[in-house]
T-cell receptor
Framework: GAVVSQHPSWVICKSGTSVKIECRSL??????MFWYRQFPKQSLMLMAT?????????EQGVEKDKFLINHASLTLSTLTVTSAHPEDSSFYIC????????????FGDGTRLSIL | AQSVTQPDIHITVSEGASLELRCNYS??????LFWYVQSPGQGLQLLLK??????LVQGIKGFEAEFKRSQSSFNLRKPSVHWSDAAEYFC????????????FGTGTRLQVTL
């Protein structure tokens, strides 16, 4: 069964709207989660590392104020795309670091975000 | 910085034929290596991983990969492809000591003809 649940799977909204995406770890507690962005027919680019109880670590070039990450519990991290614009349209995927180091990530099914 | 190269953007094979997807990495030490598969509109599923030990690793769905240090490669193979294998395949590398921070290749799209 699924290890990571991501919701919603697809969202369409107007420009200027803020959109929240949830990533839940179903089978284990996750102190670390990751958020990726994937443009059509391209690879995954790591946006940020979400750390439970502390601030997220953002990759170079990712706007912290644009992509708000909250990891308030060991099973839930949220990514909020604030004041979304058409250029923010993309496929967003979260992953969970299952038991810490030396274990591969488990990925959610992704969220397709379309901004009109 | 670590990097991953997947030279083939798109590969087409006939069902039943063998498959090899290429992956080359750049990293100062022995990295952790992964192959993931992604179906359209879906997340990623781990096929197999290499951390250490036997350089030929077996994965799910009949896939295997061989780590060749001298060639900095980690090619994915399958002896007989099924139509359901059509998908996007990503090779990824992580720092030794933590499998968490992944760097992905650009992916290879596999098309299977009947």
């Amino acid at each position: 069964g699924a290890v990571v649940s991501q919701h919603p799977s697809w969202v369409i909204c107007k420009s200027g709207t803020s959109v929240k995406i949830e990533c839940r770890s179903l089978d284990f507690q996750a102190t670390t989660m990751f958020w990726y962005r994937q443009f059509p027919k391209q690879s995954l680019m790591l946006m940020a590392t979400s750390n439970e109880g502390s601030k997220a670590t953002y990759e170079q070039g990712v706007e912290k104020d644009k992509f708000l990450i909250n990891h308030a519990s060991l099973t839930l991290s949220t990514l909020t795309v604030t004041s979304a614009h058409p250029e923010d349209s993309s496929f967003y995927i979260c992953s969970v670091d299952s038991t810490g180091s030396n274990q591969p990530q488990h990925f959610g099914d992704g969220t397709r975000l379309s901004i009109l | 910085a670590q990097s991953v190269t997947q030279p083939d953007i798109h590969i087409t094979v006939s069902e039943g034929a063998s498959l090899e997807l290429r992956c080359n990495y750049s990293y100062g030490a022995t990295p952790y290596l992964f192959w993931y598969v992604q179906s359209p509109g879906q997340g990623l599923q781990l096929l197999l991983k290499y951390f250490s030990g036997d350089t030929l690793v077996q994965g799910i769905k009949g896939f295997e990969a061989e780590f060749k240090r001298s060639q900095s490669s980690f090619n994915l193979r399958k002896p007989s492809v099924h139509w359901s294998d059509a998908a996007e395949y990503f090779c990824a590398v992580a720092n030794t000591g933590t499998a968490s921070k992944l760097t992905f290749g650009t992916g290879t799209r596999l098309q299977v003809t009947l």
